[in-house]
């Protein structure tokens, strides 16, 4: 659980599930030397990576490569199954900033092999989240800067009108394929510019109209000693 302010008090961020797109911009999808999907692509990432202001992102020992992706998410406010875009937004409770934080190396080698990506996505505090939670009547999302900056240097500028598919046709998509409980997280993939993390690096994440967010990056080495 994450709690971040929202409205005039606090949301306790408890999702089912996070749903993450992948290659949702076309410039990453180019980096990623992938074709743009006809359809989207999505992953799950497990509640238990997220994390919020304040926690540091650890870079696990079994990966040599660890790199930072930001993304607008959209926080789903009630249950939505087979919902149509046209009536998408209804379901929509807010947004944040959420990085998908990856094993890029272990995700290289699981796509090598066929495996699913689970074990380069799913680590520990590998979906940090905030700095707040905008309500859904506050921000139109249809073309706002988001960017992220390592140690002061930017990596990643893009806007969310780059989005190949936009949050109505992905809450169609999703919804028709598993129903979305309150609470839970879209990540709507992230911009170009995706690059390695080291240990630490200080992290600064901001999406126009949420706010900035910053995380320290440690290694898991330095935690347990």
């Known amino acids: 659980m994450v709690r ?30 992938s074709d743009v999907p006809e359809r989207p692509v999505f992953f799950l990432k497990p509640p238990s990576a997220l994390i919020g202001p304040g ?49 890029r190396d272990l995700q290289a080698e699981a ?5 699913p990506w689970t074990v380069a996505k799913g680590f520990d505090t590998f979906a940090p989240v905030g700095p707040r939670i905008v309500d859904r009547r506050e921000l139109k999302i249809d073309d706002l800067e988001i960017g992220l900056k390592v140690n002061g240097e930017v990596r990643q500028l893009g806007r969310t009108s780059e989005m190949v598919f936009k949050v109505p046709e992905l809450i169609e998509y999703i919804s028709s394929t598993m129903t979305l409980e309150p609470g839970d997280i879209i990540a ?38």
Not at 198 to 221: Q, S
Request: proline fraction near 6%.
């Open 188 to 225: 709507t993939g992230t911009p170009a510019g995706v690059g390695p993390l080291r240990h630490g690096d200080k992290i600064e994440a901001w999406i126009e109209g949420i706010g900035k967010v910053e995380f320290d990056v440690l290694a898991e080495d330095s935690i347990l000693c």
């Open 4 to 33: 971040l302010p929202y409205m005039d008090g606090f949301y306790e961020l408890r999702p089912s599930k996070i749903v993450a797109l992948a290659k949702n911009y076309a410039e990453h999808a180019k980096e990623m030397e």
């Open 111 to 115: 796509k090598k092999k066929g495996l």
């Open 55 to 103: 926690e540091p992102i650890i870079l696990p020992r079994m990966s040599r490569r660890v790199d930072h992706e930001v993304e607008l998410a959209v926080i789903i406010g009630k249950r939505a199954r087979r919902v149509p875009a046209e009536k998408a937004m209804d379901y929509v409770m807010g947004y944040t900033i959420l990085l998908d934080i990856t094993a």
